[in-house]
T-cell receptor
Framework: DAKTTQPTSMDCAEGRAANLPCNHS???????VYWYRQIHSQGPQYIIHGLKNNETNEMASLIITEDRKSSTLILPHATLRDTAVYYCIVRVDYKLSFGAGTTVTVRA | NAGVMQNPRHLVRRRGQEARLRCSPM?????VYWYRQLPEEGLKFMVYLQKENIIDESGMPKERFSAEFPKEGPSILRIQQVVRGDSAAYFCASSQNSREDEQYFGPGTRLTVT
């Protein structure tokens, strides 16, 4: 599976956009980029996924570079409840491989 | 629409006892996955099941662990003769139609072996 690299941690101000980067330089053509988050040891929560095109849903936007070697998850208006560990996963088949993720702390 | 349900949420077992963890997938979901999260680590895939079939158990320890997803009722992850190293959070996820669909996770069962 393609490996992902994320910053260990980042802070974000409440009400501002949070931009979470992820590098996946060895991604293959048929591998999707998935984002999950885990709030305080709860079960991981699905956020969004994409293959080539940018995607948007009610939670977030996903921007994938044209060469697909990196992506950015955007939380448009971060709230305190968005404080969590965010996982960027390159998915092949059904096995999700969770790394260390990025610990995002939203501050008032 | 109820999400993935797991019970119990917390389970304490003494070394050598058996642990049974239950998972009810989301309504309409026929694919179930179990993951384990050891303290301070990321989730690791254990097993993938469809109704009455184990599709992939490559992530499951060879000894003492087993899983099933019967025609009726929840999926069960069974750990026999538990040891302290089995202490972890066990998460179940389900997907709807195919194994490429998004997986939705339950709240987990936290197993503590004393």
């Amino acid at each position: 599976d393609a490996k992902t690299t994320q910053p260990t941690s980042m802070d974000c101000a409440e009400g501002r956009a949070a931009n979470l980067p992820c590098n996946h330089s060895t991604i293959s053509g048929n591998e999707y980029v998935y984002w999950y988050r885990q709030i305080h040891s709860q079960g991981p929560q699905y956020i969004i996924h994409g293959l080539k095109n940018n995607e948007t849903n009610e939670m977030a936007s996903l921007i994938i570079t044209e060469d697909r070697k990196s992506s950015t998850l955007i939380l448009p208006h971060a709230t305190l409840r968005d404080t969590a560990v965010y996982y960027c996963i390159v998915r092949v088949d059904y096995k999700l491989s969770f790394g260390a993720g990025t610990t995002v702390t939203v501050r008032a | 629409n109820a999400g993935v349900m797991q019970n119990p949420r917390h389970l304490v077992r003494r070394r050598g006892q058996e642990a049974r963890l239950r998972c009810s997938p989301m309504k309409g979901h026929s694919h179930v996955y179990w993951y384990r999260q050891l303290p301070e680590e990321g989730l690791k895939f254990m097993v993938y099941l469809q109704k009455e079939n184990i599709i992939d158990e490559s992530g499951m320890p060879k000894e003492r662990f087993s899983a099933e997803f019967p025609k009726e009722g929840p999926s069960i992850l069974r750990i026999q003769q538990v040891v302290r190293g089995d202490s972890a959070a066990y998460f179940c996820a389900s997907s709807q139609n195919s194994r490429e669909d998004e997986q939705y996770f339950g709240p987990g069962t936290r197993l503590t072996v004393t």
